[in-house]
Protein backbone atom coordinates (compact mmCIF):
# COMPACT_ATOMS: atom_id res chain seq x y z
CA UNK A 1 0.00 0.00 0.00
CA UNK A 2 1.11 3.38 -0.87
CA UNK A 3 2.74 5.51 2.02
CA UNK A 4 4.15 9.10 2.09
CA UNK A 5 6.65 10.32 4.18
CA UNK A 6 8.11 14.25 4.55
CA UNK A 7 11.76 15.07 5.14
CA UNK A 8 13.48 18.46 5.43
CA UNK A 9 15.10 20.97 7.67
CA UNK A 10 13.07 21.09 11.30
CA UNK A 11 14.50 24.76 11.95
CA UNK A 12 14.23 27.08 9.23
CA UNK A 13 15.59 31.27 10.19
CA UNK A 14 12.97 34.11 9.36
CA UNK A 15 12.95 35.20 5.52
CA UNK A 16 14.55 32.02 4.01
CA UNK A 17 12.88 29.42 2.01
CA UNK A 18 11.31 26.91 3.94
CA UNK A 19 11.47 22.92 1.55
CA UNK A 20 10.20 19.75 2.30
CA UNK A 21 10.08 16.42 0.31
CA UNK A 22 6.90 13.81 0.55
CA UNK A 23 8.85 10.76 -0.71
CA UNK A 24 6.37 8.32 -2.42
CA UNK A 25 6.53 4.27 -1.51
CA UNK A 26 4.55 1.17 -2.26
CA UNK A 27 3.24 2.74 -5.95
CA UNK A 28 4.30 5.27 -8.54
CA UNK A 29 3.60 9.19 -7.74
CA UNK A 30 2.53 9.28 -12.06
CA UNK A 31 0.22 6.23 -11.85
CA UNK A 32 -3.15 6.95 -11.59
CA UNK A 33 -5.45 10.25 -11.43
CA UNK A 34 -3.90 11.47 -8.10
CA UNK A 35 -3.76 15.10 -6.54
CA UNK A 36 -0.08 15.58 -4.64
CA UNK A 37 -1.22 17.86 -1.75
CA UNK A 38 0.69 19.70 1.10
CA UNK A 39 -1.33 20.74 4.42
CA UNK A 40 -0.37 22.44 7.90
CA UNK A 41 -1.14 22.33 10.97
CA UNK A 42 -0.04 24.84 13.53
CA UNK A 43 0.32 24.16 17.06
CA UNK A 44 -2.90 23.70 18.51
CA UNK A 45 -4.93 24.75 15.46
CA UNK A 46 -6.63 23.40 12.66
CA UNK A 47 -5.90 22.37 9.42
CA UNK A 48 -4.70 24.56 6.02
CA UNK A 49 -4.79 23.91 2.61
CA UNK A 50 -1.33 24.84 0.85
CA UNK A 51 -1.90 23.68 -2.21
CA UNK A 52 -1.44 20.01 -4.70
CA UNK A 53 0.01 18.81 -7.81
CA UNK A 54 -1.43 16.72 -10.44
CA UNK A 55 -0.24 13.70 -11.96
CA UNK A 56 0.06 16.03 -15.29
CA UNK A 57 1.97 18.44 -13.19
CA UNK A 58 -0.71 20.98 -12.75
CA UNK A 59 -1.00 22.77 -9.52
CA UNK A 60 -3.09 24.13 -7.37
CA UNK A 61 -2.56 26.71 -4.26
CA UNK A 62 -3.79 28.48 -1.57
CA UNK A 63 -4.46 31.84 -2.32
CA UNK A 64 -3.42 33.31 0.94
CA UNK A 65 -0.06 31.70 0.34
CA UNK A 66 0.46 31.92 -3.76
CA UNK A 67 2.86 33.88 -3.96
CA UNK A 68 5.40 32.35 -1.47
CA UNK A 69 4.35 28.61 -2.61
CA UNK A 70 6.23 26.24 -5.35
CA UNK A 71 5.11 22.85 -5.47
CA UNK A 72 6.74 19.99 -7.79
CA UNK A 73 6.74 16.83 -8.47
CA UNK A 74 10.47 14.53 -9.24
CA UNK A 75 8.78 11.44 -10.88
CA UNK A 76 12.62 9.71 -11.43
CA UNK A 77 12.85 9.62 -7.22
CA UNK A 78 8.98 9.18 -6.61
CA UNK A 79 8.71 12.06 -4.52
CA UNK A 80 6.80 15.91 -4.42
CA UNK A 81 7.93 18.85 -3.14
CA UNK A 82 7.00 22.39 -1.24
CA UNK A 83 9.17 25.32 -0.76
CA UNK A 84 7.78 28.33 0.95
CA UNK A 85 9.70 31.50 0.49
CA UNK A 86 10.20 34.27 2.90
CA UNK A 87 9.08 32.66 5.71
CA UNK A 88 8.21 34.24 9.26
CA UNK A 89 7.20 32.90 13.00
CA UNK A 90 3.86 32.48 11.31
CA UNK A 91 4.86 29.46 9.02
CA UNK A 92 5.61 27.46 11.92
CA UNK A 93 3.39 24.31 12.09
CA UNK A 94 3.33 20.86 11.25
CA UNK A 95 3.35 20.29 7.80
CA UNK A 96 1.70 17.19 6.16
CA UNK A 97 1.82 15.73 2.62
CA UNK A 98 -1.32 13.68 1.70
CA UNK A 99 -2.71 12.07 -1.26
CA UNK A 100 -5.65 13.59 -2.89
CA UNK A 101 -7.76 11.05 -4.56
CA UNK A 102 -9.46 13.44 -7.03
CA UNK A 103 -12.71 13.76 -8.52
CA UNK A 104 -15.32 11.84 -10.59
CA UNK A 105 -18.26 13.80 -11.82
CA UNK A 106 -20.01 15.50 -8.83
CA UNK A 107 -17.97 12.91 -6.36
CA UNK A 108 -15.03 14.01 -4.51
CA UNK A 109 -13.13 11.65 -3.16
CA UNK A 110 -11.19 12.88 -0.69
CA UNK A 111 -7.65 12.66 1.33
CA UNK A 112 -6.91 8.89 1.86
CA UNK A 113 -3.17 8.34 2.56
CA UNK A 114 -1.44 10.96 4.85
CA UNK A 115 2.21 11.46 5.74
CA UNK A 116 3.35 11.32 9.78
CA UNK A 117 3.92 15.16 9.23
CA UNK A 118 6.87 16.86 10.42
CA UNK A 119 7.60 19.94 12.25
CA UNK A 120 8.77 23.02 10.81
CA UNK A 121 10.02 25.81 12.99
CA UNK A 122 10.57 29.42 12.07
CA UNK A 123 13.45 31.21 14.45
CA UNK A 124 16.80 32.72 14.16
CA UNK B 1 -13.06 31.15 -1.24
CA UNK B 2 -15.57 29.04 -0.15
CA UNK B 3 -15.78 29.35 3.98
CA UNK B 4 -16.44 26.41 5.96
CA UNK B 5 -17.99 26.40 9.32
CA UNK B 6 -18.76 23.53 11.57
CA UNK B 7 -20.95 23.27 15.15
CA UNK B 8 -20.56 22.85 17.65
CA UNK B 9 -16.97 23.86 18.20
CA UNK B 10 -16.61 20.99 21.11
CA UNK B 11 -18.59 18.36 22.48
CA UNK B 12 -18.44 16.23 25.73
CA UNK B 13 -19.88 13.17 25.60
CA UNK B 14 -20.29 9.47 26.62
CA UNK B 15 -19.38 6.21 25.45
CA UNK B 16 -22.56 4.79 23.85
CA UNK B 17 -23.90 8.65 22.99
CA UNK B 18 -25.09 9.40 19.68
CA UNK B 19 -22.94 12.18 18.32
CA UNK B 20 -23.97 14.85 15.17
CA UNK B 21 -21.21 17.45 14.03
CA UNK B 22 -22.70 20.21 11.07
CA UNK B 23 -20.48 21.61 8.71
CA UNK B 24 -21.54 24.41 6.66
CA UNK B 25 -20.42 25.56 3.16
CA UNK B 26 -20.88 29.58 2.39
CA UNK B 27 -22.00 28.25 -1.12
CA UNK B 28 -22.88 25.28 -2.72
CA UNK B 29 -20.68 22.57 -2.90
CA UNK B 30 -22.57 19.85 -4.49
CA UNK B 31 -21.05 16.53 -2.55
CA UNK B 32 -17.34 17.80 -2.82
CA UNK B 33 -17.22 17.32 0.97
CA UNK B 34 -14.85 14.72 3.22
CA UNK B 35 -14.72 14.23 6.79
CA UNK B 36 -11.59 13.39 8.94
CA UNK B 37 -10.74 12.21 12.43
CA UNK B 38 -7.52 13.51 13.80
CA UNK B 39 -6.12 12.14 16.78
CA UNK B 40 -3.26 14.31 18.73
CA UNK B 41 0.12 13.82 17.46
CA UNK B 42 -1.51 12.30 14.53
CA UNK B 43 -2.09 13.05 10.57
CA UNK B 44 -5.41 13.15 9.87
CA UNK B 45 -7.37 9.78 8.51
CA UNK B 46 -10.38 9.71 5.77
CA UNK B 47 -13.47 8.87 7.32
CA UNK B 48 -16.17 10.03 4.71
CA UNK B 49 -15.71 11.27 0.87
CA UNK B 50 -18.63 12.45 -1.18
CA UNK B 51 -20.23 13.97 2.01
CA UNK B 52 -21.97 10.29 2.41
CA UNK B 53 -19.78 7.59 1.35
CA UNK B 54 -17.88 5.41 4.21
CA UNK B 55 -13.75 4.96 3.90
CA UNK B 56 -12.74 1.58 3.33
CA UNK B 57 -11.97 0.08 6.85
CA UNK B 58 -13.96 3.08 8.90
CA UNK B 59 -16.35 1.79 11.53
CA UNK B 60 -20.31 1.57 9.98
CA UNK B 61 -21.34 3.98 13.24
CA UNK B 62 -19.50 7.03 11.44
CA UNK B 63 -22.02 8.40 8.43
CA UNK B 64 -22.20 10.90 6.44
CA UNK B 65 -25.19 13.14 4.76
CA UNK B 66 -25.99 16.54 3.10
CA UNK B 67 -24.95 17.87 -0.39
CA UNK B 68 -25.57 21.86 -1.34
CA UNK B 69 -24.10 23.43 1.80
CA UNK B 70 -25.66 21.97 4.78
CA UNK B 71 -23.39 18.16 6.27
CA UNK B 72 -23.53 16.02 8.96
CA UNK B 73 -21.25 13.60 10.43
CA UNK B 74 -22.90 11.53 13.12
CA UNK B 75 -21.42 9.14 15.06
CA UNK B 76 -24.14 6.59 16.00
CA UNK B 77 -23.13 4.81 19.20
CA UNK B 78 -19.60 6.52 20.76
CA UNK B 79 -16.47 4.50 21.33
CA UNK B 80 -13.52 5.27 23.20
CA UNK B 81 -11.44 5.63 20.33
CA UNK B 82 -14.01 7.88 18.87
CA UNK B 83 -12.44 10.71 21.56
CA UNK B 84 -10.44 13.32 18.61
CA UNK B 85 -11.00 16.08 16.76
CA UNK B 86 -13.11 16.25 13.22
CA UNK B 87 -12.93 18.11 10.68
CA UNK B 88 -15.17 18.64 7.24
CA UNK B 89 -12.97 18.97 3.70
CA UNK B 90 -14.24 20.95 0.58
CA UNK B 91 -12.60 19.97 -2.49
CA UNK B 92 -13.95 23.11 -4.83
CA UNK B 93 -10.54 24.78 -5.39
CA UNK B 94 -8.90 26.88 -3.27
CA UNK B 95 -9.66 23.70 -1.10
CA UNK B 96 -10.34 24.51 2.57
CA UNK B 97 -11.26 22.70 6.13
CA UNK B 98 -13.68 23.59 8.56
CA UNK B 99 -12.16 24.81 11.75
CA UNK B 100 -12.33 21.58 13.55
CA UNK B 101 -14.87 19.99 16.29
CA UNK B 102 -13.23 18.39 19.46
CA UNK B 103 -15.18 15.13 21.07
CA UNK B 104 -14.56 14.39 24.72
CA UNK B 105 -14.96 12.62 27.34
CA UNK B 106 -17.67 13.87 29.59
Known amino acids: QVQLQESGPGLVKPSQTLSLTCTVSGGSISSGSYYWSWIRQPAGKGLEWIGR???????NYNPSLKSRVTISVDTSKNQFSLKLSSVTAADTAVYYCARDRGYSSSYYYGMDVWGQGTTVTVSS | DIQMTQSPSSVSASVGDRVTITCRAS??????LAWYQQKPGKAPKLLIY???SLQSGVPSRFSGSGSGTDFTLTISSLQPEDFATYYCQQANSPLGFGPGTKVDIK
Open chain 1, 53 to 59: IYTSGST
Open chain 2, 27 to 32: QGISSW
Open chain 2, 50 to 52: AAS
